[in-house]
């Protein structure tokens, strides 16, 4: 059978599941199958497949149906400027946080030697996607799952950063270290009874999602331990849930944090803020 006829079965199981990106998941399961481009799989459409390439592709295809993440099925995801290995042990990297990236880099001198904490690394992201731009500045990265820094340890060698980030399996309460002047953290901020609502949640670690009953007790702990962690004039750049900009500008500014400016993501909601800790 040819490639574009095996294509056309997939797109038609997952467009009968309602997967909106049937076609694109499609092209990019083959790719995973024959192991080539999605571009060379268009233009050698009219080859024929083995029956075992198939079957493969059909395997797929059917953890597709069942709404398993693409990234997860391939093991890979593209973030800021690179891709990152992911799997069922750490939140998918989201175009979202690439502002949290954005904004260190503003913050942060090509030639600064700056120290930066990355408080729930997950896959590593978003401090591999900063000192990859910024080559004299060092991180240090927690974890409260054991799993994920495994995972965030693999992609900083994949990266060539091994050196220059430090993995501690800590929580947030629990860590004590030097002054840093960056500490960039997307937590879990989701209310604890929203959830089981979420289709990702059958994949995506509770770790990495859970924020409590009101969405805020990671936060709150990451807004405290900051005080403590960062230098005077340290900035603490927080990802927060698209309804949470009240309460925690009001949290930061309790904490004598001075608010720089809150950013919008792609559906217009505020998603992160700049702060700086001004004594
Ligand atoms: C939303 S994920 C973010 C992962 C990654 N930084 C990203 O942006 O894709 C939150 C991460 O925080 C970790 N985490 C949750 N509670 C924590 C705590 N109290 N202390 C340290 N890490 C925590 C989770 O294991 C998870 O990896």
Redesign the pocket.
Known sequence: MKIIDNLKDGQEILKKTNIPSYKIDCEILMSKTLNISREDILLNSEKQMKKEEREKYLNLVNRRKKKEPIAYITNTKS?WRDKFITNE??????PD?EH?VEQSLKIIKKNQFKRLL??????????ISILKERLYCKCDA????KN?LKLAKINANLHQLSDRIKFYK????N?YNDKYDLI??????IKKHKIKYLDSIIYE?K????GGLDGL??IK??ISKSKHLLKINGKLIL?IGYDQKYKVTKLLKEKNFYINKTIRDYGNNIRCIVSTKIN
């Not at 990355?118 to 978003?126: A, K, M, N, R, T």
């Not at 800590?170 to 309460?173: A, G, K, P, Q």
Request: proline share 9%; with cysteine.
């Open positions: 973030f042990n750490v939140l998918i990297p989201r946080s949290l990355d408080i729930g690394v997950g896959s590593g992201c978003l401090s927690i974890d409260l799952s994920a800590r929580d947030v309460d860590f960039i953290s997307n937590p879990p901020y670690p770790i990495a999602l859970d007790e990671v702990k990451i990802e």
